[in-house]
């Protein structure tokens, strides 16, 4: 009898614990879709003064965080707000020469010139607002997504270097560079993966600036990939 008691005790005393062992999984309804991002880009450089061309590779590297604000009920509309480095380097025929009066000299070089190197680079600090709207789900990890909106910058520390046929050249903190850049941006995509443009709505010089007497209005386009990562 006590033996029948014994195993009656254990049949019972199973389901119990494997009823404890059985992990308990919470919907967190209230979630957000915080980010760490990082971003590759070709940096196109648009309204070319005449004669101004690209070559080689001209790219952009990004990174930061970002803040996710959502603004309705199923909180698949936010605002998103973000800090981020950036570093972009841009190769072209635009020659950066200073004078004995330390101005900033401008010079599209020829189509024969002979050079291995005339490029300019800039670091960056970057604010990215957005309004965001995805398919996101409190359990749903994977989703589409579209982040519009715009980006802020501050030029810390800004590069222009050449070496070529007429020498040797390197100089650092322009002053003709503009320091703030802000343009429009777009990210798009599902999961991981997104496409991203960010459309430049300043020239990235100053009007001091002058190439044969005018301002060098240059803007840029930077069109790549950005990655999102919780």
């Known amino acids: 009898m006590r033996f029948t008691f014994f195993i009656l005790f254990l049949l019972g005393a199973v389901p119990v614990c494997f009823a404890q062992d059985v992990p308990v999984t919470e919907i967190d309804s209230l979630y957000k879709e915080d980010h760490f991002y990082a971003g590759l880009t070709y940096n ?71 050079y291995s190197k005339n490029k300019f680079s800039f670091h960056l600090i970057e604010l990215p607002i957005e309004f965001r709207w995805r398919t996101s789900t409190p359990t749903d990890y994977a989703f589409w997504r579209i982040y519009g909106g715009f980006k802020f910058g501050y030029v810390f520390s800004d590069t222009s270097s050449y070496k070529g046929e007429q020498g040797e050249y390197r100089y650092t903190n322009n002053s003709d560079f503009n320091n703030f850049q802000y343009g429009l941006m777009l990210s798009a995509g599902y999961n991981t993966w997104n496409f991203h443009v960010n459309y430049l709505l300043n020239p990235i010089f100053s009007d001091s600036a002058q190439l044969n007497g005018e301002a060098i209005e240059m803007s840029i386009i930077k069109i790549g990939l950005i990655f999102y990562i919780l």
Do not use: C, M
Not at 49 to 76: M, T, V
């Open 44 to 114: 196109f450089i648009s309204q070319r003064p005449e004669g101004l061309s690209q070559n080689g590779f001209s790219w952009g590297i990004n990174a930061g965080y970002i803040k996710d604000i959502p603004i309705n009920k199923a909180r698949n509309k936010a605002i998103g707000i973000g800090l981020g480095y950036a570093t972009d380097a841009y190769n072209h025929n635009l020659l950066v020469t200073e004078d004995s009066n330390g101005d900033f000299q401008y010079e599209i070089l020829d189509e024969g010139s002979s």
